[in-house]
């Protein structure tokens, strides 16, 4: 059973910084490209970065870009997103999903990733 545990959020202030996390286990973790999506009270489901097999390709969407790193360590079968000047408007769950298809290269599109955990909370706030 695909399982996809995300950590690692929490209320922090403008201009502050958090670690997420996202334990995976039922799958082959090193033949997919992973994700990082995110909802926003209210709003549906945005993409926010993506990042290849083997960590050495990422992308982000613009509105993250040059703030959020996405890595990942296949030996711990472990993505992580690094959120630096946090944004009152980056408020929100943030989820971990995997690409659907293993063997892809890295893509923006949400529509091919699938989301598994129950998601982390990210509040920023002062």
């Known amino acids: 059973e695909v399982q996809l545990v995300e950590s690692g959020g929490g209320l922090v202030q403008p201009g502050g910084s958090l670690r997420l996390s996202c334990a995976a286990s039922?799958?082959?973790?090193?033949?997919?490209?992973m994700s990082w999506v995110r909802q926003a009270p209210g709003k549906g489901l945005e993409w926010v970065s993506a990042?290849?097999?083997?960590?050495?390709?990422?992308v982000y969407a613009d509105s993250v870009k040059g703030r959020f790193t996405i890595s990942r360590d296949n030996a711990k079968n472990t993505l992580y997103l690094r959120l630096d000047s946090l944004k009152t408007e980056d408020t929100a769950i943030y989820y971990c999903?995997?690409?659907?298809?293993?063997?892809?290269?890295?893509?923006?599109?949400?529509?091919?990733?699938?989301?598994w955990g129950q998601g982390t909370q990210v509040t920023v706030s002062s």
């Open positions: 999903a995997k690409h659907k298809v293993p063997f892809r290269v890295v893509s923006k599109d949400l529509n091919e990733y699938e989301r």
């Open positions: 039922g799958f082959t973790f090193s033949i997919y490209a």
């Open positions: 990042i290849n097999r083997d960590g050495g390709s990422t």
